[in-house]
């Protein structure tokens, strides 16, 4: 059996087409951000858009922050070089926004001004549900913006053949640009722009594979079982520990409900019902792409075969680019590197203005100043705090160079999962809750997760080269989240807080008729 | 008019339903993978093995979920919300 490897790819060489569509993204975001500065004079338009995103645009900026290089590249790549083992990724990664549909949109929406520790901290003692909750969100988006800046790095360096800290300072440098200057507004328009590439690249891209197979996705696995056999259309051994594989469920699952990046974007709409409206176009957008990553995925498989993917990047990583220059030519292959680019730096601008709110209306406001900065001394401490965060991230990405920080992201799912999404669901839901709950439920729950992380195989094994690890399961969340609701609840009943009791029937009423009433 | 009381209850009682669902449709799928290799091996159409087309499903079936909360809140919800705040306005 031969394959069908490419004779030759330019990948890794900077290619003219790249470049000018690489430079026309940074041209249009930069137009978009010097039009948004000039619209980003009070803190509720540099945190929240000025509340004026419509449901439909929010949905797919939703689904821009969410769908990061990693599910580009890395499912395709999984997809690729394992068949249906990557697909569970593909599945794992949507069915979180129905929860968020359900459960956290519209509540938050109508309870919180800018994080989501607005929420936990109503009727709640401010100073210590503010410390606690920005320990949660920091931890989350330290561990992703690290994985990002380190994929990112890698990726350009792949794509363009630019040295890997070069590439992180240009991310670094065009990503606090957007923020600095844009805030809300132009980090909102970027993943618009950038969740349009995505889909238009990968709806084509799947366009491609399918044309060669008669329109048919069952021909095209039919020829990937042919060529290597019916095992990648079977479970494989991926998933040879199902407490494992229900653990990481459960991080993507309840997860998602506790990501601040994702969490800040429900601020940005007019009311709690285009909150409910962004999620269902969020979902469905989501999910087209996910099922889109089965055939691009196959298709790299059969047309540009699992050796050759591996001999460019042993990661796999490069699955969806080889199989764009193998169908459409350097100039198809331009443009998916420039949307993997795009991808790259519209998610962690997202995860740097989400820090920057925690860092700053969390911390500063509402802990330092007790709440008594004025409109001007937030927005300047708000665009300090994006560039420290910014800087940090660059300084980060480089600390980390050529280490394995896949399993960050997974880490970030868990420690959202297990401390900010008890926390929200326990505020939101019962009048019993205390501060000094949700303080215990939100430090544990973010402490035992990078414990239990750090005694797991993914660490000592992985990472360490240990023969074995104390704690078996590679994702914590299946011990962290249930230790993390039970902290919450028993420290509440012992330990009992009336003035928080009584002010529940205020947030009930808010949390359906909105701030007004 | 339905109280505030009651359209509390009910959109629970749909929210958590629903998030139930969606719970037992993907942990369903994922135990189906670790248990079920020889269930989801079984071929619908040629190429199509029933693994993959319940992975498929189970995207399908978020966007279902969705979309039901979605009419249920359009239908029984907002009423009843803006009557609230209609009345409390007064």
Known sequence: MILQAPAGTTIGQPSLIAMLFFFAFISVTLGITWWAARRTRTTEQFYAAGRTVSAGQNGLALAGDYMSAASFLGIAGLVSTTGFDGLIYSTGWLVGWPVVLFLIAEPLRNLGRYTFSDVVATRLRQTPVRLAAALGTLATVTLYLIAQMVGAGGLIRLMFGLSYEHAIVLVGIVMIGYVLFGGMIATTWVQIVKALLLMTGALILALLVLLRFGMNPAALFAEAARRYGEGVLVPGKLVSNPLDAISLGMALMFGTAGLPHILMRFYTVPDSRAARASVFVATGVIGLFYLLTFVLGFGAMVLVGPEAIRAVDPGGNMAAPLLAELLGGTPFLGFIAAVAFATILAVVAGLTLSGAAALSHDLWVSVVRKGHADAREQLLVARVATLALGIVAVALGITFKAQNVAFMVSLAFAIAASANFPALILAIFWRGYTTAGAVTSMVAGTLLTLLLIYLSPTIQVDILGRDTAWFPLKNPALITMPVSFLAGIAVSLILPEPSAAAGYAALERRMHLGGEH | ?90
């Open chain 2, 1 to 90: 008019m339905k109280t505030l009381r009651d359209l509390d209850a009910a959109r629970w009682r749909v929210a958590l339903g629903l998030t139930a669902a969606m719970v037992f449709l993907y942990f369903g799928f994922v135990l189906l993978v670790a248990y079920g290799r020889e269930l989801l091996s079984i071929k619908v159409v040629p190429g199509l093995t029933l693994g993959i087309l319940l992975g498929a499903l189970v995207i399908v079936a978020s966007w279902i979920l969705t979309w039901i909360y979605v009419r249920w809140a359009a239908a029984h919800y907002d009423p009843g919300i803006r009557a609230l705040g209609r009345e409390s306005r007064r």
